[in-house]
Nanobody, 117 residues
Framework: QVQLVESGGGLVQPGGSLRLSCAASGSISSISVMGWYRQAPGKQRELVASITTAGTTTYADSVKGRFTISRDNAKNTVYLQMNSLKPEDTAVYYC???????????WGQGTQVTVSS
């Protein structure tokens, strides 16, 4: 059993920054991969970034160089630092966690990020 709770979303101007947090609780030792997804209105949910327990990271091409995913094991928290934000980044951002081969991964409730002047 794993619970994921996102926070840190809000309204920011283009070019601004925001840091999202995902606090994990429960049987977190079962999780080997954590990631951030986002879903904009009328669009499918897409992978933004992921990080493994070994520290390997992946990023969507659209956010490379602007977003950074990190993990603080002491706090059982995963972060997504978002810089140089664009209106196209507006979406609900979701945290997820699991292992390769799992059918169902854990998901947070989502946090809204709005980039607008």
């Amino acid at each position: 059993q794993v619970q994921l709770v996102e926070s840190g979303g809000g309204l920011v101007q283009p070019g601004g920054s925001l840091r999202l947090s995902c606090a994990a609780s429960g049987s977190i030792s079962s999780i080997s991969v954590m990631g951030w997804y986002r879903q904009a209105p009328g669009k499918q949910r897409e992978l933004v970034a992921s990080i493994t327990t070994a520290g390997t990271t992946t990023y969507a091409d659209s956010v490379k160089g602007r977003f950074t995913i990190s993990r603080d094991n002491a706090k059982n928290t995963v972060y997504l630092q978002m810089n140089s934000l664009k209106p196209e980044d507006t979406a609900v951002y979701y945290c997820n966690g699991g292992r390769e081969g799992w059918i169902n991964w854990y998901w947070g409730q989502g946090t809204q990020v709005t980039v607008s002047s």
